[in-house]
């Protein structure tokens, strides 16, 4: 099982700053099926990013994916009060999926 | 519009059954690969189990053995059957559309308590 560990567990910045989310695997994770979600509360989490650096459909251009192998980075280029969320990566199809265990955004 | 909605959760004694369905709307079940993601009350998310569009089953190993994942061409309907529960797997189950995940369900909380 690949184990995914996001870094940080908190992030706490304000409107207009540069967010890095971290995502390392424990193995290398194959073609690089890595995505990224946002959840807010009480709401289903939402697809951002995938493959590991295509936007999904109607998310701003200022999230973006990087990464390859184990190491994976989510970067909102300019935060927005509506970004305050937990974001999980996950790693997709092959035999097992696994999420990360979320990096919580604050805004200040 | 693509949509699926989740039924069948509930409150359950452990070592009881459920099983979850999820209706799709505006595409084939059949056609897409599919899977159920739970949330433990205040945790973060967990892959339980998929169904790939060829066929293709997997588990994660907390439910191997004691949930089986299927679906229902005619009802283009999912479904996860959850033998022996426990109170671990108390959390909401949502419904997935897509590898990686597209389409959500509204999720069904399932209550694993004596």
């Known amino acids: 099982e690949i184990v995914l560990t996001q870094s940080p567990a908190t992030l706490s910045l304000s409107p207009g700053e540069r967010a890095t989310l971290s995502c390392r695997a424990s193995?290398?994770?194959?073609?690089?099926?890595l995505a990224w979600y946002q959840q807010k509360p009480g709401q289903a989490p939402r697809l951002l990013i995938y493959?590991?650096?295509s936007r999904a459909t109607g998310i701003p251009d200022r999230f973006s994916g990087s990464g390859s192998g184990t190491d994976f980075t989510l970067t909102i280029s300019r935060l927005e009060p509506e970004d305050s969320a937990v974001y999980y990566c996950?790693?997709?199809?092959?035999?097992?999926?696994?999420f990360g265990q979320g990096t919580k955004v604050e805004i200040k | 519009e693509v949509q699926l909605v989740e039924s069948g959760g509930g409150l359950v004694q452990p070592g009881g059954s459920l099983r979850l369905s999820c209706a799709a709307y505006?595409?084939?079940?059949?056609?897409?690969?599919m899977s159920w993601v739970r949330q433990a009350p205040g945790k973060g998310l967990e892959w339980v189990s998929v169904?790939?569009?060829?066929?293709?089953?997997y588990y994660a190993d907390s439910v191997r053995g004691r949930f089986t994942i299927s679906r229902d061409n005619s009802k283009n309907t999912l479904f996860l059957q959850m033998n022996n529960l426990r109170t671990e797997d108390t959390s909401v189950f949502y419904c997935?559309?897509?590898?990686?995940?597209?389409?959500w369900g509204q999720g069904t909380l399932v209550t694993v308590s004596s």
């Open positions: 169904f790939y569009s060829g066929g293709t089953t």
């Open positions: 997935a559309r897509g590898s990686p995940v597209f389409s």
């Open positions: 493959g590991p650096s």
């Open positions: 996950q790693q997709y199809g092959g035999s097992l999926w696994t």
């Open positions: 193995q290398s994770v194959s073609g690089s099926y």
């Open positions: 505006g595409f084939t079940v059949s056609s897409n690969h």
